[in-house]
């Protein structure tokens, strides 16, 4: 079926409906796993369903292969379920395997009754001008799964926290991502979680997601960067101390902080060139709502500013490499010097 939805197609294999064909691909792993985890639990039943699931990998054998045995009968089932890894043939990029493709599309026109034959990738985007490729987008259920922008995102954390029996609301979600970040399989589990503490039908608030949310190093420094572009060193001090305290490497501390003043430069370049939010998501390979953080955070700066705070970065990483200086007391340079910078804008 063309132009499935992701969660058409997530719907579909919870409620126990299956197609003979699906394409799995895209950069967000999470949705791909999770279709992949249902087709094993909910298409293939009994003992023996082990013996029903085979997987072949695209780079190291031909599609051929795969194909027949998808139209080998399955032993003692109804079904069978077979995966088929790292189809590169639906891609510009070249294979180094000799795939057969006139025979997957005799299969693909006509596939077994008896099979399920699941193609799943990493990659991005389809050669849409490939024969193979209109063929599987006319005969598979398609999930695409991209990177959810905020909205999405927001829904997805709504939406899950429901399947666990709690509600969240806008202001808990924001700082749930905030903490967490942006890894779907850490949101889902820190949800899991939340949602055990608040208890059936209660609701997650706030503070609980403050108290109880694993940290991590990058959300941590996303936080310090917050306290550095409104002004407030002293809880950007106080976070970087507790990051110190927890054995947290100077140069790992300095990388990060690079690498979201880096972004602020770059969200800032590429709005003045008039791109939006999920345009820039996409060229910079980030999540959007990221990208609407750095832009909010972009404001503080002029584009001189940014440079001159991306030149200080690079100095103070190659003192961290070169000198014999303590790698703390460099940090701590750097914020001084920045401190110094900021308050003569």
């Known amino acids: 079926m063309n132009g499935v939805e992701l969660m058409e197609v997530l719907k579909e294999l919870k409620s126990g409906r299956f197609r003979s064909l699906y394409l799995l691909?895209?950069?967000?792993?999470?949705?791909?796993?999770?279709a992949r985890h249902l087709l094993m639990k909910k298409a293939i039943a009994g003992e023996d369903a082990e013996l029903n699931i085979t997987s072949f990998d695209m780079t190291e054998v031909p599609v051929e292969a795969a194909i027949e045995e998808a139209e080998t009968l399955p032993f003692l089932g109804d079904r069978k379920l077979v995966f088929i890894q790292n189809p590169l043939f639906f891609t510009a990029e070249k294979s180094k395997i000799d795939h057969d493709l006139i025979k997957l599309e005799q299969?693909?026109?006509d596939p077994s009754p008896f099979t399920i034959l699941v193609f799943q990738a990493r990659f991005e985007k389809l050669d849409e001008r490939k024969k193979i490729t209109k063929l599987i987008k006319k005969q598979a259920g398609?999930?695409?799964?991209?990177?959810?922008?905020e909205k999405e995102l927001s829904g997805w954390i709504q939406s899950k926290a429901a399947e666990e029996g709690a509600v969240i609301g806008e202001s808990a979600v924001h700082q749930l991502l905030n903490i967490a970040g942006f890894n779907l399989s850490v949101l889902a589990m820190e949800i899991g979680k939340l949602a055990l503490y608040a208890g059936e039908g209660g609701e997650i608030t706030e503070e609980h997601v403050t108290s109880l949310t694993a940290r991590t190093l990058e959300s941590d420094i996303f936080r310090l960067v917050d306290q550095i572009v409104t002004g407030r060193w002293q809880e950007a001090f106080r976070i970087f101390y507790d990051l110190i305290r927890l054995n947290e490497e100077p140069l790992k501390i300095l990388a990060i902080v690079a690498g979201q003043f880096r972004l602020i430069y770059q969200v800032k370049e590429l709005s003045k060139k008039g791109y939006g939010q999920q345009q820039m998501a996409g060229q910079l390979k980030v999540h959007p709502f990221r990208v609407k953080i750095a832009s909010g955070q972009s404001r503080s700066f002029t584009e001189t500013?940014?440079?001159?705070?991306?030149?200080?970065?690079?100095?103070?990483?190659?003192?961290?490499?070169?000198?014999?200086?303590?790698?703390?007391?460099?940090?701590?340079?750097?914020?001084?010097r920045l401190q110094t910078m900021m308050k003569a804008k």
């Open 25 to 34: 691909y895209g950069p967000e792993q999470y949705f791909i796993e999770e």
């Open 107 to 109: 299969y693909l026109q």
């Open 142 to 149: 398609i999930l695409e799964a991209k990177k959810p922008a």
């Open 305 to 336: 500013q940014l440079a001159s705070i991306i030149q200080l970065l690079a100095e103070s990483d190659y003192e961290m490499k070169s000198s014999g200086m303590e790698k703390k007391m460099i940090m701590e340079m750097f914020f001084f």
